[in-house]
């Protein structure tokens, strides 16, 4: 192991000041949902326009509260792609409907908008594409798309916080927007998320199913109704306490993760034969910098390399059709190369807005050695593979 401070592939940055605003929170004794939420609410939705936003315990969960929202339920198809956190197939799921998967775009490596009109079919009710490392999905064709066929879109924008597509943050266009605060992302609450919702009735539905469809008259309990079988999805005002500090870092923390990406290109060892993102700077909030290893490169070996060298490194993600559960559906190895291309080949780099310049430098300096090994690592395994 490197003698060097670890080097984790993310880490949160959460200063003294709301540090101790939490405190106050605690010491206030209105923990859970109230006024800090709402006004984590009203920012949320200053920040996109103007729209309702409701905050969300889990991006997950505002996922799911969208599904509830379309009454998306069994019979029902909501196309997506395999390459995301698997809780972008497992709400779909849980909703009782099926989820269709749409091979990836091999550069952009978000869902192929040119696959997409093949996949629909009288039972699909919704379109749920992933914004993968906070690279926008084209919302132009997106939506053209999804206006010719008279479907809903259910964004996860889980990372994609800060992005734009034509100069206009993600969550201020769009139908049902889901962006996620979870501690890896761009700005965090610890845990938490949010819903873009379009108009007053929808946020209302999103707060009946994100508490039990619990209704009542103004702050009484006397009359309470309960008119659908919400679930439990509020965020509390310890979690929205921290999202109110790092909203104002939000530009800052972008331009920085920009700087950084800018760093990686520059310095990257082209010969090396990994593929490295799209070039983006004018959409993407580079939530993170996933470059591919060379087929021929065993990444457990890689991994292991990189963290003797004191780099922490993460995958994001693995084809999820490949899972047990979706393998279940009659999903198997070759229905979407690009995404298994890509799942096996991926790795996340350091990327957070508290990293030096002299990060990327170490970082990419420990590249070349531990992709020497794991290639090595793989031609041992070739010819090992011959003899038997």
């Known amino acids: 192991m490197s003698t060097s401070k670890f080097l984790p592939f993310t880490r949160p940055t959460i200063d003294e000041a709301t540090i101790a605003a939490v405190g106050e929170v605690l010491r206030s004794g209105w923990i859970t949902s109230g006024p800090k939420v709402r006004e984590f609410e009203a920012q949320l939705s200053a920040l996109f326009g103007g729209r309702p936003v409701r905050a969300m315990s889990s991006a997950t969960g505002a996922m799911e509260v969208a599904l509830a929202m379309l009454n998306v339920g069994p019979g029902d198809e909501v196309i997506t792609t395999p390459l995301s956190w698997v809780a972008t197939a497992n709400v779909v799921l849980r909703a009782g409907a099926r989820p269709v998967f749409v091979d990836c775009d091999a550069r952009t490596r978000n869902i192929d908008l040119g696959l997409i009109e093949a996949a629909i079919t009288p039972r699909t009710r919704a379109l749920l594409p992933v914004d993968l490392a906070g690279l926008p999905v084209d919302r132009d064709r997106l939506y053209a798309l999804a206006g010719a066929h008279r479907l809903r879109v259910i964004e996860d924008a889980a990372q994609s916080m800060g992005a734009n597509w034509g100069g206009r943050a993600i969550g201020s266009i769009g139908d049902l927007v889901s962006i996620s605060f979870h501690a890896n992302k761009n700005i965090t609450s610890t845990e938490g998320g949010c819903l873009v919702l379009n108009d007053a009735d929808e946020a209302r539905s999103c707060e009946l199913w994100r508490l039990q469809g619990a209704a009542r008259s103004g702050d009484s309990w006397d009359g309470m109704d309960v008119t659908l079988a919400g679930g439990k999805h509020n965020l509390t005002d310890v979690a929205a306490c921290i999202g109110l500090g790092q909203l104002p870092q939000l530009a800052a923390f972008t331009a920085r993760r920009r700087e950084l990406a800018r760093r990686y290109f520059a310095r990257f060892d082209r010969t090396l034969g990994c593929e ?20 021929a490169a065993v990444r457990s070996v890689f991994i292991s390399r990189m963290r003797e060298a004191g780099i922490g490194v993460g995958v994001h993600y693995p084809a ?22 890509i799942g096996r080949s991926t790795v996340s780099l350091p990327m957070f807005p508290a990293m030096a310049d002299g990060d990327v430098e170490r970082v990419l300096a420990a590249l070349g050695p531990a992709l020497h090994d794991a290639i090595a690592a793989g031609a041992a395994g070739a010819a090992r593979s011959k003899r038997a």
């Open 276 to 295: 490295l993102p799209p070039e983006d700077f004018a959409h993407c909030n580079w939530h993170m910098f996933q470059v591919l290893l060379p087929e």
């Open 320 to 341: 999820m059709h490949l899972f047990t559960l979706f393998r279940k559906l009659g999903y198997q190895p070759g229905d979407f190369p690009q995404a298994e291309r």
